[in-house]
């Protein structure tokens, strides 16, 4: 594989502004790893903040969807954009935050067709109609996510994730986005300390 990060380059941790050296610092020390998406974002330190703080905001909230469910729609949205990179970060972490090794393999796989029970599909339905044809998107689409118990605050997680991830999708295919080879274990095997 080829050892370039993206087409664009990359920087190195300590080449970010204090802030995001600090912050993406942070993310290192808890995996063990800096993720490629904040070095090739990194030569444009506005940007990657702007997309720090926005991901935040959708991933790490604590009300309505639940964490997996966050990165089911990560998943099932990057999968209908091919985006390798996002497909093996955030199948890394759902497979993490599930505790399930094969979920995020099936939805990657075949959104469509992976089985998963009524709530996970209304989640993964959702993102993939919002995905596919945005201009087709309706009320139904609304309401079959309703039907199967999704709240307006868990229905909005959905469609605002599934919008963030498309532009991160659009940005990983821009770069040539490589996974780290850390994300591809993640989930399977046993973390070494």
């Known amino acids: 594989m080829n050892d370039e990060i993206s087409r ?14 600090e912050r993406i610092g942070a993310i290192a020390e808890k995996s063990g790893f800096v993720p490629n998406v904040f ?15 926005y991901h935040d905001a959708l991933m790490e909230r604590d009300s309505g969807l639940t964490k997996a469910e966050r990165e089911l729609v990560v998943v099932a949205t990057s999968a209908a954009n091919h985006c390798t990179y996002c497909v ?12 399930d090794p094969q979920l995020a393999d099936l939805v990657a796989a075949n959104p469509c ?21 945005s201009a087709l998107f309706g ?11 999704l709240s307006e605050d868990e229905i909005w ?27 591809f274990l993640m989930g399977r095997v046993p973390r070494q300390r």
Do not use: W, Y
């Open 8 to 21: 664009f380059g990359a920087v190195r941790l300590a080449d970010l502004p204090e802030d995001l050296r």
């Open 157 to 183: 997680d959905v469609g605002a994730i599934t919008a963030f991830f498309a532009m991160s999708n659009r940005l990983a295919h821009l770069m040539a986005l490589r996974p780290n080879d850390e994300f």
């Open 113 to 133: 067709g992976a089985e998963l029970d009524e709530r996970r599909r209304a989640i993964v339905d959702l993102a993939l109609s919002l995905t596919q044809d």
């Open 88 to 99: 093996v970060a955030h199948g890394a972490i759902l497979r993490v935050r599930a505790k």
């Open 139 to 149: 009320e139904h689409d609304l309401a079959a996510a309703r039907e199967a118990g």
């Open 39 to 53: 070095l090739a974002l990194g030569h444009r330190p506005d940007e990657l903040r702007a997309f720090c703080d």
